[in-house]
C-alpha cells in the first residue's frame, strides 16, 4: 500500500482525488462539495472560491485554465459557477483524478532490502542510474549536492 508512503501534501491530494470521484459517482456528494466550496453561501461559486476548492481537491489551476472552464461551464457569462454547472465540472474532471490516483498508488517505492523502511538517500553523495530510453540503456552518473 503505496499510501503509507505518502507526505502531507500527497495525502491531500490523494484525498482530495477520490472526493472528486466519489462526487462524480453520487450526486449527493457532489452537492455536499459545492456547498463547501460556497463559502459566502450565495448559491453559486466565483473563481476565488472555485479555484480554493480545486486546489485542495489535488488540481492545480493556473489562470487560464480556470478562464476556460469558466468559459464552458459558466454558459450565462455571469462569472459564477452554479450547481448544475459544477456537477458537470466534477464529472469532466472524474477521469483525470482516475488516473492520477492510480499512478499515485502505482508509482514505485524504493524500500530497503529486507526492512518495510522507505529508503532515504544520502543528502550528498553519488547517484548511479540506468536511465532506459527505448530499448538502450544510458548509465548516467552525476553528483548530488542538494536534494528536496
Not at 486546489?55 to 472552464?69: A, H, N, Q, R
Not at 499515485?104 to 532515504?120: A, P
Request: glycine content about 6%; some cysteine.
Amino acid at each position: 500500500m503505496k499510501e503509507q508512503w505518502f507526505d502531507e501534501n500527497q495525502k491531500q491530494t490523494f484525498n482530495g482525488l477520490k472526493r472528486i470521484l466519489a462526487a462524480a459517482s453520487d450526486i449527493e456528494q457532489a452537492k455536499q462539495l459545492f456547498l463547501d466550496a460556497d463559502l459566502d453561501c450565495s448559491g453559486y461559486l466565483d473563481k476565488d472560491e472555485l479555484l480554493q476548492v480545486m486546489s485542495e481537491l489535488g488540481f492545480v489551476m493556473s489562470e487560464e485554465k480556470l478562464e476556460d472552464i469558466f468559459a464552458i461551464f459558466d454558459v450565462d457569462g455571469a462569472g459564477v459557477i452554479g450547481l448544475e454547472d459544477f456537477v458537470q465540472l466534477v464529472h469532466s474532471q472524474a477521469k483525470e483524478a482516475s488516473q492520477r490516483l492510480q499512478e499515485m498508488v502505482e508509482y514505485q517505492v524504493m524500500v530497503l532490502e529486507g526492512t518495510t523502511s522507505k529508503y532515504v538517500p544520502p543528502k550528498t553523495g553519488f547517484l548511479s542510474l540506468k536511465l532506459v530510453d527505448g530499448y538502450k540503456t544510458k548509465l548516467k552518473k552525476q553528483v548530488i549536492t542538494r536534494y528536496s
